[in-house]
């Protein structure tokens, strides 16, 4: 007998690959990040130059950047993307801190991060559930790509 497991189409699953860099720690930084949906297609990708910050802040940055944009009407113009609460995110990341910190495994003991980790957290009422995994920076190429372009003043846009 053969099994199917039908997809769950009550949700809306999108996979973000979040990436933020400093060349200095501290030193100019950026972050970036692209939104894909089931199938890989790239629905989004923003960066963003934050000036002066630490690796882990722009890591954080690039998190809360795609938390509160894609909480945002912005997303999809706002149109035919079902209530954000049916919502379940994947997010990405190539910083083992960050992703441990966020799933909870790791303490945050600096202010500043944890100031960062709240309103992540608060972002994250926004969906139906938000989860994060450590990747290996080769998996993470788009993004990374993004960064390096906002860090080198190339982005096309803002």
């Known amino acids: 007998m053969n099994y199917c497991r039908l997809e769950d189409t009550r949700f809306m699953y999108l996979t973000v690959f979040c990436d933020g860099a400093a060349r200095g720690?501290?030193?100019?930084?950026?972050?970036?990040?692209?939104?894909?949906?089931?199938?890989?297609?790239?629905?989004?990708?923003k960066a963003a130059f934050l000036g002066r910050a630490t690796n882990n802040e722009a890591e954080y940055q690039a998190v809360i950047g795609a938390?509160?944009?894609?909480?945002?009407?912005q997303f999809f113009g706002g149109e035919g993307t079902g209530s954000k609460k049916e919502w379940k995110l994947d997010l990405r990341l190539d910083s083992q801190l960050v992703v441990e910190q966020l799933?909870?495994?790791f303490k945050v003991k600096d202010q500043r991060m944890r100031?960062?980790?709240f309103q992540a957290r608060t972002l994250e009422n926004n969906f139906y559930s938000v989860s994060y995994h450590w990747i290996k920076r080769d998996e993470n190429k788009?993004?990374?790509l993004l960064v390096n372009e906002a860090l080198d003043g190339n982005l096309k846009w803002s």
């Open 67 to 73: 938390l509160e944009f894609l909480s945002s009407d």
């Open 25 to 45: 720690n501290p030193g100019p930084a950026a972050w970036a990040f692209v939104v894909k949906d089931q199938n890989g297609k790239i629905l989004l990708q």
């Open 115 to 117: 100031d960062y980790l």
């Open 142 to 144: 788009e993004a990374d």
């Open 103 to 105: 799933s909870g495994r």
